[in-house]
């Protein structure tokens, strides 16, 4: 049974930094590509940033710079640190998994950027 589950979100200042994590379960881990995604109240969902198996990123045009995705395939885990966050990235960050045409998706964490 295939699983993703996120930790790291929060409530952070404007300027400050998190670090989300992807924990994924049920299936050969290193084979697959892996990305993380947002969705801000009353938006699409939209891509962050994905990461190939053998470590090659791709990021959302607003976040290169001030977002990196890494993964630990040892660890099974995928992780999004966010620097100089924004209000606007304030969304619920879910974590993506396209294994064989199938799309999973974890639970999301709640990240919310506010003085």
């Known amino acids: 049974q295939v699983k993703l589950v996120e930790s790291g979100g929060g409530l952070v200042q404007p300027g400050e930094s998190l670090r989300l994590s992807c924990a994924g379960s049920g299936y050969d881990f290193s084979f697959y590509p892996m990305g993380w995604y947002r969705q801000a109240p009353g938006k699409q969902r939209e891509l962050v940033a994905d990461?190939?198996?053998?470590?090659?990123?791709n990021y959302l045009h607003s976040v290169p710079g001030r977002f990196t995705i890494s993964r630990n395939n040892a660890k099974n885990t995928v992780y999004l640190e966010m620097n100089s966050l924004k209000p606007e990235d304030t969304a619920v960050y879910y974590c993506h998994a396209n294994l064989d045409t199938f799309d999973f998706w974890g639970q999301g964490t709640q990240v919310t950027v506010s003085s």
């Open positions: 990461i190939t198996e053998d470590g090659g990123a």
